[in-house]
C-alpha cells in the first residue's frame, strides 16, 4: 500500500498492523477503529481523515499530514509524529503517552482529556490549542508556542517548559508541581487557581497576568521581566 491513492476509502475496523503505507493519501478516508499499531506511515496523508478509536501504537508517523484529522480516543502511544501537521485536528480524549511530538504543528487542535504523560513535544506549535483537562506530566515542551491556548484544569507536574511562549493564555486551576518554566513567558494569562508549588520560576515573565489565588505566588520571590 506504500504510495497508494487511497482517497475517500473506507477501512473502518481493517487490520494494517506492520503495514507499510508511507507516503500514502488517504485524505477523507474512514479507519475507525482500526489498527496500525507498528505501521510505517512516514509522509501520509490522512487530511480529513476520520481516525476514531483507531491504534498507532509505535508506529512511525513521521513528517506526515493530518490537518483536520479525527482522532478522537484513538490510541499513538510511543508513536512517532515528529515534523507532522495535526493542525485543526481533533484530538480529544487522545492516548499519546510517551508519544514523539517534536516540532509537530498542531495549531488550533483540540486536545482536551488528552493523554500527553511523558510526551515530547519539543518546539512543537500548540498555538490556539485547547488542552484543557490534559495530562501533561513530565511531557517536554521546551521552547513551545502555545500562546491564545485553553490549558485550564491541565496537570503539567514535572513537564519541562523551559523558554516557552505560553503568553495570553488560560491557565486556571492549572497544576505545575515541580515544573520547569524558566524561561518561560506567561505574559497575560488567567492564573488564577494556579498550583506551582515546587516549579522553577527563574525568570518567567507574569507581566499583566491575572494572579488570584494562584499558590505559590504569594510566598515565593519570583524574577520578573517587564
Known amino acids: 500500500l506504500q504510495g497508494k491513492d ?7 475496523m481493517t487490520n494494517l498492523e506492520d503495514s507499510n503505507l508511507s507516503h500514502a493519501n488517504l485524505s477523507g478516508a474512514t479507519l475507525t477503529g482500526s489498527r496500525l499499531n507498528r505501521s510505517k506511515l512516514l509522509g501520509i496523508t490522512l487530511d480529513n481523515a476520520d481516525l476514531r478509536w483507531a491504534e498507532f501504537e509505535r ?11 479525527n482522532l478522537s480516543e484513538a490510541k499513538l502511544q510511543r508513536t512517532q509524529l515528529a515534523g507532522s501537521d495535526l493542525s485543526g485536528s481533533n484530538l480529544v480524549q487522545a492516548d499519546l503517552r510517551s508519544a514523539n511530538l517534536k516540532s509537530t504543528r498542531l495549531e488550533n487542535a483540540n486536545l482536551s ?3 500527553l504523560s511523558d510526551a515530547n513535544l519539543f518546539g512543537a506549535n ?9 495530562n501533561l506530566q513530565r511531557a517536554n515542551l521546551a521552547q513551545t508556542r502555545i500562546q491564545q491556548s485553553n490549558l485550564a484544569w491541565a496537570n503539567l507536574s514535572g513537564a519541562n517548559l523551559a523558554s516557552s511562549n505560553i503568553s495570553d493564555s488560560n491557565l486556571a486551576h492549572v497544576t505545575m508541581h515541580q ?22 520560576l527563574t525568570a518567567v515573565s507574569f507581566v499583566d497576568s491575572f494572579l488570584p489565588r494562584a499558590d505559590p505566588i504569594y510566598h515565593h520571590t519570583l524574577y520578573w521581566l517587564d
Open 59 to 69: 508506529a512511525d508517523i513521521s513528517s506526515a499530514s493530518l490537518q483536520q484529522a
Open 126 to 134: 500548540l498555538n490556539r490549542t485547547n488542552l484543557g483537562n490534559s
Open 6 to 12: 487511497l482517497r475517500g476509502a473506507n477501512l473502518a
Open 113 to 115: 482529556a488528552a493523554d
Open 179 to 200: 515544573t520547569l518554566l524558566k524561561w518561560a513567558n506567561l505574559s497575560r494569562c488567567n492564573l488564577s487557581d494556579a498550583k506551582l508549588s515546587q516549579s522553577s
